[in-house]
């Protein structure tokens, strides 16, 4: 879909910003640049809808010489997302996702009526519609701008470091949104972003770029993980690596065992070991702790606080983290419902990695 062949730019003070550059963007997946500042990466994204035209080189979408088309109606017909959205704060945000459709000649009311219906898409309550992008908070604000960027129904969706500017928590939110439109949608997104944790769990091809513009390497965020083509990309994907590849290790082998449950309001008495706490949905609420007295019946206020959950049939890196994270060293097994299902151990899961990485000895030797 997207294609830049021996891509250059460089600017008239000397400064190459894009060095000779090849590389193809599979029809209908997520590609993530990443790369330190002054990599080129923005600069190599804004040539495809031709805000930055290149020194040299061709960049093609969908087989076309982006050159040969008005840059205007190129533009419309490409979804563009950058850092804390760039709404119009004059508009209401119904008139900010209606945009495109508008200017290219849509009705206005079939325009909103569409717009109300990309909000719920990313999320967003219609209601939110008739409110002004200063009344918003960040994260609703870039679901608005990804809301406008879907309006026209482009092929293609360039997104500019999209969540980089709101809270880590609200922006692994959003990254789960743009997953869950990628699965709906199926767009060609060509996303930048400085953050390598960010490029491996969205990107489903990741390319590199150091200083100068020049491409590291272009691969798998797993093969990328377990691979790194040089010192330098080595040295950006940073030394938990191996941990990191976790996420793409299933978890074939991981056998949730029981643990000791009590239910919110129940007796307890003396704890003699780690008892897990559940609510009547046998969703996990935390632990009583060895040698706790519980006077009555068990309320939250009596609860240690539980590591993170791992929901069954995730990659391994969840089981581990949840591990590693639960003060009493038993990682719990939740379902898609959050409803409790057995623990796992550091060890256990360590297990099943070696198992995971015999098969591969094996094979070299």
């Known amino acids: 879909m997207i294609e830049f062949r021996s891509v250059r730019k460089e600017y008239d003070n000397g400064t190459v910003a894009v060095h000779d550059l090849s590389l193809s963007v599979r029809e209908g997946?997520?590609?993530?640049?990443?790369?330190?500042?002054?990599?080129?990466?923005?600069?190599?994204?804004?040539?495809?809808?031709?805000?930055?035209?290149?020194?040299?080189?061709?960049?093609?979408?969908?087989?076309?010489?982006?050159?040969?088309?008005?840059?205007?109606?190129?533009?419309?017909?490409?979804?563009?997302?950058?850092?804390?959205?760039?709404l119009f704060p004059h508009r209401t945000v119904l008139d900010n996702v209606a945009t495109v459709p508008v200017l290219s000649g849509t009705p206005r009311r079939a325009a909103r009526t569409r717009a109300a219906e990309l909000l719920e898409l990313v999320g967003l309550p219609q209601e939110l519609g008739g409110r002004y992008p200063a009344q918003l908070s960040g994260g609703q604000q870039q679901r608005v701008g990804v809301a406008r960027a879907l309006a026209a129904d482009p092929p293609v969706l360039l997104m500019d470091e999209p969540f980089s500017a709101v809270d880590p928590v609200v922006r692994e939110g959003l990254q789960d949104e743009l997953l869950r439109l990628q699965d709906e949608l199926g767009k060609t997104v060509l996303f930048v972003t400085h953050d390598i944790d960010e490029a491996v769990r969205l990107g489903e091809k990741v390319a590199v770029l150091r200083q100068g513009g020049h491409l590291a390497q272009y691969a798998a965020p797993d093969d990328l993980l377990a691979g790194p083509a040089d010192d330098f990309v080595t040295s950006f994907v940073g030394r938990d690596r191996g941990y990191r590849r976790l996420s793409f290790v299933t978890a074939d082998g991981i056998r949730p065992q029981p643990a000791p449950t009590v239910h919110i309001g129940q007796e307890v008495g003396r704890a003699e070991e780690w008892v897990l706490a559940l609510d009547g949905a046998d969703r996990p609420r935390g632990w009583v702790a060895p040698g706790a007295v519980v006077d009555g019946a068990l309320d939250e206020d009596s609860l240690v606080a539980g590591g993170s959950l791992y929901t069954e049939n995730a990659p391994l890196r969840g089981a581990l983290d949840a591990a590693l994270s639960a003060p009493s060293g038993l990682g719990v097994v939740v379902d898609a419902e959050g409803r409790y299902v057995g623990v796992v151990t550091a060890e256990h899961v360590l297990d099943v990695i070696e198992d995971h990485r015999r098969p591969v000895r094996e094979g070299q030797s």
Do not use: F, H, W
Not at 43 to 54: A, G, H, Q
Not at 55 to 66: E, I
Not at 78 to 84: E, S, W
């Open 29 to 86: 997946s997520i590609t993530v640049l990443v790369g330190p500042s002054g990599c080129g990466k923005t600069t190599l994204m804004r040539m495809v809808n031709r805000m930055i035209e290149p020194t040299s080189g061709t960049v093609l979408v969908g087989g076309a010489d982006v050159r040969r088309s008005d840059p205007a109606r190129l533009r419309r017909g490409i979804g563009y997302v950058i850092q804390q959205a760039g």
